[in-house]
C-alpha cells in the first residue's frame, strides 16, 4: 500500500479512527520497509524524493501510516529522524506509535499477578489516556514492584523486574492497543526440515552445543579419575557425549587432609543436577530467510510456507541426523509495505527472552569483540569469543621412526586417551580430531591441502573454486559484485540454466529444462553502435513463442513485443523513433505464415503525421485500408474485385471513386458524376418544397 501522511495534531485516538487520506498519500514513495522483533523494537524506514507530494508536510512528529504485516490492521508511526537529501531522496525514520508510552510516566506501586498489575499501571500512568491494555496471563500469585516513577515502555520489558521479567509472556502493539500475551503467535504445524528446506552454517555450530548424554567424572588428589555412570537424557541412533568434570563440585579431602573422594552416586547426582539446570538436547536455532533472494531459484518453494508466518509462531526445526528436533519461533521480520510481503524473516530459540543466556562471554573480553570491524566483523568477533574463552592444552611427544624425530600432540585433558579434541603436528602436516583421534576432520598438509568447515577471509584467489552453493557479497548482502579481468572470456554459471557476462559487453542467462531445451532466455549486449535487450519464451517445440525486444542502433531505437506460433509472428507491437521520426505499429498475422493479416499504424515524420489501418489478404496483398493525414485528408481504399476509393483533397472536395464506373466529385456547391464515360454536372434544386440533385441541360 502507498503510506498515509496524517494530521499530527489530533489525538491518538482521533489518528486510530480517521479512515480518511489525511494530508495525503506519499505516492512517490520509494522504499517503506517495517522492522519488529520479539518483545523488542518496532520501527519504519521510508525512502521519498524530495520533487514528491506533501514532502513539505513532512515533519519530524509527524504521523504516517502504513501497513506493518500482512495480518494487523494499518499501523501509525511517528517521525523521529529525517535524513539530509541524497541523490534527490530522503530517509524517515519512524517509531511505531506506541513509543509514545515512553513519555509516560508510571508512579510507584506493588500488585500481585499479572492482570491486577495491569489494572494498577493503567491507574498510576501520567498520561496516556488513548492506550488501553490488556494480558491473557493467569498468573495471579507473583509479586510485581514498581519502586520509582518510571516510563511504561521501561516497565514492559528490557529490564530486571518488568513485566516480562515477572511473568513472561510476549507483547503485542496494535496501534493504541497495548497487550502481553502467554502466546502472541500459534503453532501452525509447520516443520523445517534441516538440510532439505535450508541450510545455514551457524545452525552447525549451534548444533555442537546439544548432547544426548553426560558421562561425569571428577580427577582426585592423585590425580586420577573417578568415573560415574553414563547419564541418557534421550536415546538416539548416535549419542553425543558430553565428559562433564565435577571436580570443582566436591572437597575431595577433610579436615584433617585425609584423601576423601566422592561415591560414584555421589558424582551421579551432581550430574543429573547439572543436567536439570542446563538444557542440553535441545539445538538452538538460529536462521534468517531472504526472501527476496530466494523468490528466484527453485528453493524458494521449500521455504514459501514461511511467508505464512506471524512474528512469535512457533515452528519446529528438524535435524534428522540427530534424531531430536527443536521448537523456534519468529522473533524478527522486515516487511516491504509497499509491495505487501515479507523482505526477510528470522527464526530463534523460542527459549530465548530478556534474560542473558547461560554460557556467556566474561566482561574483560567483551571490549575486543566489540571493537571488531569491517567486512569480517561477525566471524571475527565470534572466533575471539571462542579464544578468550578457551583453556589450557596438554602436551605429549611420541617418536616416529629411529631418526629421533616426534609426533606433537596437543590435547584437551592430562592424557590422550581421554582427551576428546586433539591436535598434531608431524612431517606430514597439521590436524585436528573432535573423536578422541579417530578421525582427523581439520588441517592441512605439507603439499598444501586443506580441510576446513568453513573459511573466512577478506579476499581468496584461485584458479577453480568448486561447490554446490557459491554466494557473492558481503554480510549485509549489499555490493554484490563478481569481477572479470580484461583478459578472460568473462564469468559463466551453468548447471539447469546458465548466466554468462563478459568483458565484450555480453550478458545472457538461459533456463532449460530436464532435456537441455532453451526454455526462457534473457539476452543483453552492447557494442559500439548497439545497445540490445531480448526476453524470450520458448515453446515446448524449442521455438520462440514470446519475445520483448529493446533494441538502441544509431539514432533508431525501437521497443517491440512479438507473441509468435511455432517461430512465426502472430501478433506484433513496435514503438520506434530515428531523428525526427516516430513510429506506433500494431501487427497481426495470418497463423503459420509470415503474411499480415491487419496492420495499424501511427507516425510522425518530422512536421507530418499520419494513421493507417490496413487490411491484407492471406498472401499479404492490401485489400483495404482507411488512412488519415495531418493535412486533414483522409483516404477509404478497397481493392476487391476491383479499386473503389473514397477520399478528400486538401480543397475539402470529396471524391467517391468505382471502379471506373462511376465517380462522385463534390465541388463549390454542385456534383461532377462520371458514368460510362459520359460527364455531367448536377447542382441543387428546390422542386415542391424538397430539395433534389438535377442534371443541368
Given at each position: ?87 534527490g531522496n530522503i530517509t524517515i525514520f519512524a517509531n511505531h506509535i506506541s513509543y509514545d508510552l515512553t513519555k509516560v ?228 521480520y522486515v516487511y516491504d509495505s509497499l509491495l505487501e510481503r515479507y523482505v526477510s524473516i528470522e527464526i530463534g530459540d ?88 579417530k578421525t582427523w576432520s581439520a588441517g592441512f598438509t605439507a603439499d598444501g591441502d586443506a580441510v576446513f568447515n568453513s ?243
Open positions: 500500500m502507498i503510506p498515509i501522511l496524517l494530521d499530527s495534531t489530533k489525538t491518538i485516538q482521533q489518528l486510530v479512527n480517521d479512515k480518511t487520506n489525511g494530508i495525503g498519500r506519499l505516492t512517490r514513495c520509494v522504499r517503506c520497509e517495517v522492522t519488529e522483533e520479539r518483545n523488542g523494537s518496532y520501527t519504519l524506514e521510508l525512502d521519498y524524493p524530495v520533487e514528491g507530494d506533501h514532502f513539505s508536510d513532512i515533519k519530524p512528529g509527524g504521523v504516517v501510516r502504513v501497513r506493518a504485516n500482512p495480518d494487523d490492521p494499518l499501523q501509525l508511526f511517528r517521525i523521529q529522524k529525517i535524513s539530509k537529501p541524497m541523490k510516566s508510571v508512579l510507584p506501586f506493588d500488585s500481585n499477578g499479572a492482570a491486577a498489575t495491569f489494572a494498577q499501571i493503567k491507574s498510576k500512568m501520567i498520561g496516556g489516556n488513548d492506550f488501553s491494555l490488556f494480558t491473557d496471563i493467569t498468573n495471579s500469585t507473583s509479586l510485581f514492584s514498581n519502586d520509582k516513577p518510571q516510563s511504561f515502555r521501561a516497565l514492559m520489558g528490557g529490564q530486571e523486574g518488568s513485566m516480562i521479567d515477572i511473568f513472561g509472556g510476549e507483547l503485542k502493539w496494535d496501534n493504541n492497543k497495548v497487550s502481553l500475551l502467554a502466546n502472541r503467535g500459534k503453532d501452525n504445524g509447520l516443520t523445517i526440515a534441516y538440510g532439505k528446506n535450508l541450510t545455514d552454517i551457524n545452525q552447525e555450530e549451534n548444533i555442537e552445543s546439544m548432547y544426548t548424554a553426560v558421562l561425569p567424572y571428577i580427577i582426585d588428589s592423585n590425580q586420577k579419575a573417578i568415573v560415574g555412570d553414563l547419564q541418557t537424557i534421550i536415546s538416539t541412533d548416535e549419542p553425543k557425549i558430553l565428559n562433564l568434570d565435577l571436580s570443582s563440585e566436591f572437597q575431595n579431602t577433610n579436615e584433617s587432609g585425609e584423601d576423601v573422594p566422592p561415591t560414584k552416586e555421589e558424582i551421579n547426582a551432581k550430574a543429573q543436577e547439572y543436567i536439570l539446570k542446563n538444557d542440553l538436547v535441545s539445538p538452538k536455532v538460529s536462521i534468517s530467510v531472504s526472501f527476496v533472494d530466494l523468490s528466484q531459484f527453485d528453493e524458494f518453494k521449500e521455504v514459501l510456507p514461511l511467508l505464512k508466518l506471524g512474528l512469535c509462531d512457533t515452528v519446529k526445526v528438524k535435524f534428522d541426523k540427530l534424531g531430536v528436533s527443536a521448537s523456534a519461533k519468529m522473533i524478527k523460542a527459549k530465548s527472552t530478556l534474560e542473558g543466556t547461560i554460557v556467556a562471554i566474561p566482561e574483560e573480553n567483551k571490549s575486543q569483540i566489540e571493537q571488531a570491524t569491517g567486512f569480517l566483523d561477525g566471524t571475527i568477533a565470534a572466533f575471539t569469543g571462542i579464544i578468550a574463552n578457551g583453556l589450557g592444552l596438554f602436551v605429549t611427544r611420541k617418536p616416529v621412526g629411529t631418526d629421533g624425530g616426534y609426533q606433537i600432540y596437543l590435547h584437551n585433558k592430562p592424557t590422550l586417551a581421554e582427551s576428546q579434541y586433539q591436535w598434531t603436528i608431524n612431517s606430514s602436516g597439521f590436524a585436528v580430531s573432535k573423536d578422541y583421534g573459511l573466512s577471509a577478506n579476499a581468496i584467489y584461485a584458479l577453480s573454486i568448486f561447490g554446490s552453493v557459491i554466494t557473492f557479497g558481503d554480510p549485509d548482502g549489499v555490493n554484490v559484485v563478481a569481477n572479470t579481468t580484461p583478459d578472460n572470456g568473462g564469468i559463466q554459471f551453468t548447471g539447469s540454466g546458465k548466466i554468462h557476462f563478459n568483458t565484450s559487453g555480453e550478458f545472457r542467462a538461459e533456463n532449460r529444462g530436464t532435456s537441455n531445451i532453451l526454455a526462457n532466455q534473457i539476452l543483453m549486449y552492447r557494442s559500439s553502435n548497439n545497445s540490445l535487450f531480448y526476453l524470450t519464451n520458448r515453446s515446448m517445440q524449442d521455438q520462440d513463442a514470446n519475445k520483448i525486444s529493446m533494441i538502441s542502433q544509431g539514432d533508431w531505437n525501437a521497443i517491440r513485443l512479438d507473441n509468435n506460433d511455432d517461430g512465426n509472428e502472430v501478433n506484433s507491437i513496435q514503438l520506434s523513433t530515428a531523428g525526427s521520426k516516430s513510429d506506433i505499429n500494431l501487427w497481426n498475422y495470418i497463423p503459420g505464415t509470415k503474411n499480415a493479416a491487419n496492420s495499424f499504424v501511427m507516425g510522425c515524420d518530422g512536421g507530418n503525421t499520419f494513421l493507417n489501418l490496413t487490411n491484407y489478404d492471406s498472401n499479404g496483398n492490401q485489400k483495404c485500408g482507411i488512412y488519415f493525414k495531418e493535412n486533414g485528408t483522409f483516404t477509404i481504399s478497397s481493392n476487391t474485385g476491383g479499386t473503389s476509393q473514397v477520399y478528400t483533397d486538401t480543397g475539402g472536395n470529396l471524391t467517391v471513386f468505382g471502379n471506373n464506373s462511376l465517380n462522385l466529385v463534390s465541388q463549390n456547391y454542385y456534383v461532377v458524376i462520371h458514368s460510362g464515360g459520359i460527364a455531367r454536372r448536377c447542382v441543387w434544386k428546390t422542386i415542391n418544397g424538397e430539395t433534389v440533385l438535377c442534371g443541368e441541360a
